[in-house]
């Protein structure tokens, strides 16, 4: 990934589309980006659909997304850091309808297969 972040950086025509601010993506881009601030970096997109589109669309040349969202969209993916996943719930709504009924489909072996075949691991 440094290679190629190194060479998107060097051109000053390869245009990023950014994560935004205070995301969990966002801070893995600031620090892939070590202080750097290439063309793009102000543009924010909400989510990694958004990223995508904006990559799929010819608006951006490169971003960061998961990669099940940048296979749906027909565009290439290079690993860049795992990223683990966490359902949360206060205490005190742990066992409410929803929340349990969530908890029961997570746990079902079905979800669990959908997940890992669109690329989750799945643990607990």
Not at 55 to 70: E, F, K, P, S, Y
Not at 114 to 121: A, D, V
Request: hydrophobic content about 40%; charged content about 25%; some cysteine.
């Amino acid at each position: 990934m440094a290679t190629a972040t190194a060479r998107a950086l060097a051109d000053p025509e390869c245009v990023l589309v950014n994560r935004n601010r205070g995301s969990g993506t966002r801070v893995l881009i600031d620090r892939l980006l070590a202080g750097a601030k290439p063309p793009g970096f102000l543009t924010e997109a909400m989510s990694h659909n958004a990223v995508a589109a904006a990559v799929a669309q010819g608006r951006a040349d490169w971003g960061v997304a998961i990669n099940t969202v940048a296979e749906e969209s027909g565009l290439g993916f290079l690993p860049f850091q795992e990223e683990h996943f966490d359902f949360v719930a206060p205490k005190t709504r742990w066992d409410r309808p929803p929340v349990r009924l969530f908890r029961e489909a997570l746990m079902e072996e079905e979800t669990r297969s959908t997940l890992r075949r669109r690329g989750f691991q799945t643990e607990g």
